[in-house]
């Protein structure tokens, strides 16, 4: 994202779809004005993976306002060098799972492929703090072990939640495979590159970023017809 709009909404403006491929930018949370710059939508559901945008309050027309950690933005840098430094840093530390938002032309498919990382992002969450609660077995649900209850060491709700995610994890992990489970792991949780996924495969970066995207997918398949959840995380598109 430019700066300057990255600047706008740490400093209390607002974003919104408003077209397929990209969202606007408002100075404002109310909008009023023109808007000031566009962001691909791809980038968009990497911040909302990462936490760093949120729904404003009960707005209902799925505007987006900054959550993240503010960082120390310099408007006396120069336009020029700001861009040329923004290109580089982008090329160098895009993550794998941006590449294949961007590479999904359909707008709903990067949409149903973008649900689908952020549940199993917001999945791990949860079992990890049912973990940390309860002891649950973390290999057990990465093998895809059947998951039973138990006693939780936190409130009851803490304890379901986490426990209903866990065994949604587990069911991933023995539909999809252990291996197929942990590379979702390193390309959603944890934001690895094309580059470290090819050598940690020792694959060709091209067949790498491949094999990713029919995981991906198989992921969105889990989630959307084998898996039950109460509330999913981005919005369905028609």
């Known amino acids: 994202m ?11 403006g607002c974003i919104l779809e408003t077209d397929d491929a990209y969202w606007s930018v408002w100075r404002s949370r109310d909008r009023r004005g023109r808007t000031i710059g566009l962001v691909p939508a791809a980038e968009v559901h990497m911040l ?11 707005c209902e027309d799925g505007r987006l306002v900054w959550s993240g950690p503010l960082t120390a933005l310099h408007p006396t840098v ?10 580089k840093q982008s090329y160098r530390r895009k993550s794998l799972l941006q590449r294949l938002l961007e590479r999904v ?11 689908a990382a952020l549940d ?3 999945d791990i969450e949860r ?4 973990y940390r609660l309860r002891g649950m077995n973390w290999q057990a649900i990465r093998g895809g072990t059947r998951i039973q209850g138990g006693r939780a060491g936190g409130s009851v709700y803490q304890g379901n939640t986490a426990l209903a995610a866990a065994r949604r994890l587990a069911a991933i992990s023995e539909i999809s495979g252990p291996e197929s489970f942990r590379l979702l792991e390193r390309v959603i949780v944890e934001g690895a590159t094309r580059h470290a996924i ?38 369905q598109s028609a």
Do not use: C, M
């Not at 120069?78 to 290109?87: C, Q």
């Not at 079992?127 to 049912?130: N, V």
């Not at 020792?202 to 969105?220: G, Y």
């Open 78 to 87: 120069s336009a020029a060098a700001l861009v040329t430094a923004e290109e």
């Open 105 to 115: 032309v359909s707008p709903r498919g990067r949409r149903y492929l973008a649900r």
């Open 127 to 130: 079992a990890e703090s049912g």
């Open 48 to 58: 909302i993976l990462k936490g760093d945008l949120s729904p404003l309050g009960q």
């Open 198 to 235: 090819s050598k940690w495969l020792n694959q060709r970066p091209a067949d790498a970023e491949r094999h990713a995207l029919t995981v991906l997918r198989k992921l969105a398949s889990i989630y959307a017809n084998d898996l039950s959840l109460p509330q999913r995380s981005l919005p």
């Open 120 to 122: 199993f992002s917001e």
């Open 2 to 12: 430019k700066s300057r709009l990255l600047r706008a909404l740490q400093r209390g």
